[in-house]
C-alpha cells in the first residue's frame, strides 16, 4: 500500500494511491462513507503507523470500496511530507561500497550515524531553499526505513519485522558547512534538507530492500545510479545495530546511506553544486519519484 499526506483546505489529509495518477482522500472518504469518521480507518500515517496490521487492514477494506467522488487526480495535489512527524531521523553515512571509494574516505567498519532534525523534512514536489551561508549544495540519492514498532536490542535476522515501509529521501548536504568541523550536523539539517515522498510504501509491497534500483537526476540528467545491495550495512543491519544503542519508536526515520555518483565526489575542477532553479529527482524502483526544485 502507498501513503501520503497532501494539504487540502489548508489542512494535512492522507491519502491512499489506488491506482496510477489516482489518490483516495481518506480523510473525505473515511467520514462521507461510514456516515461519520470510522473510528477503525487511521486518520493520518502516524495513525496507521501505530495501529499495526489492523489499520492497514482498515484501509485496504476502504480503498475497496471507495467511491469516485473520493479519488482526486495525483497531479493536481500539493503533497505534504509522507511521514509528517518522525521523533527521530537518523542517518548513516558513508555506507555505499563505491561512494566511499569516490570520496577517498576507509570502508567503515561501523555505521557512522548522524542526525538530521524536524526543520530538515519537506515533501515531493517542495521547493527547497538554497542557504545564503552555503555555495557547495550536494544531492544524495537515500532509501528511508521507517520503523512500525517499538524496537530495543533487535536480532538482525527479526529486523525487518519492526519496519513500517520504505520511501525515498533526498539527503542535502551543504558540503562548506557539513566539513568545517569532524562533525557533519551543520550542513545535514538546514531548512528542508531532507525530503521525503512522494509516498510511503507499506514493507510488503516492497520485498527485499536491498534488492533495489537507486538513482538521482539534476535538471533531467542521471547523476546516481546503482542499487541498494551496493550498501555496506544492510537494512536489517542497521535496525540492529541502532536498536542497541538506542529506543526506535514507530514513525522513526532512517536514512540509509548514498551511492556514488554525489558532486562531492568528482574531481575538484568538475565540482558544480546546486543552484537556484535546479530539478532534484530522486527514484528508487517500487518507491516512485521523489522530485525538488532549488530555489
Request: aromatic content about 6%; hydrophobic content about 40%; glycine content about 8%.
Amino acid at each position: 500500500m502507498k501513503l501520503l499526506h497532501f494539504i487540502r483546505d489548508g489542512a494535512s489529509r492522507l491519502g491512499i494511491r489506488i491506482a496510477e495518477g489516482a489518490v483516495l482522500d481518506v480523510t473525505e472518504a473515511r467520514g462521507a462513507m461510514s456516515g461519520g469518521a470510522d473510528a477503525a480507518v487511521p486518520a493520518t500515517v502516524g495513525d496507521a503507523i501505530e495501529g499495526g496490521p489492523e489499520a492497514i487492514a482498515a484501509l485496504r477494506a476502504l480503498a475497496e470500496r471507495a467511491e469516485s467522488a473520493y479519488v482526486l487526480r495525483e497531479e493536481e495535489l500539493v503533497f505534504a511530507p509522507c511521514v509528517p512527524k518522525p521523533g527521530k531521523i537518523v542517518c548513516v553515512g558513508l555506507n555505499y561500497r563505491k561512494h566511499a571509494e569516490e570520496t577517498n574516505a576507509p570502508i567503515p567498519q561501523s555505521p557512522i550515524l548522524f542526525s538530521k532534525y524536524g526543520n530538515a523534512l519537506a515533501a515531493h514536489r517542495e521547493d527547497i531553499p538554497l542557504p545564503a551561508v552555503s555555495d557547495q549544495v550536494d544531492y544524495e540519492a537515500e532509501l528511508a526505513i521507517v520503523i512500525g514498532r517499538k524496537a530495543k536490542d533487535v536480532a538482525r535476522e527479526e529486523a525487518l519485522d519492526y519496519v513500517f515501509g520504505y520511501c525515498n529521501a533526498n539527503d542535502l548536504s551543504a558540503r562548506d558547512l557539513q566539513l568545517r568541523t569532524s562533525q557533519w550536523l551543520l550542513g545535514k539539517t538546514c531548512d528542508k534538507f531532507a525530503p521525503i515522498g512522494p509516498w510511503l510504501v507499506t514493507a510488503d509491497e516492497v520485498g527485499d530492500p536491498n534488492a533495489l534500483s537507486i538513482s538521482c537526476s539534476v535538471n533531467g540528467e542521471t547523476r546516481q545510479s546503482s542499487n541498494t545491495a551496493d550498501m555496506i550495512f544492510h537494512c536489517d543491519e542497521i535496525v540492529s545495530y541502532l536498536s542497541r544503542h538506542m529506543t526506535l519508536e514507530p514513525g522513526d526515520l532512517i536514512l540509509t546511506g548514498t551511492p556514488e555518483g554525489v558532486v562531492l565526489g568528482y574531481p575538484a575542477e568538475r565540482q558544480v553544486y546546486l543552484k537556484s532553479g535546479d530539478v532534484v529527482s530522486v527514484e528508487i524502483e517500487k518507491l516512485g519519484r521523489l522530485t525538488n526544485k532549488m530555489v
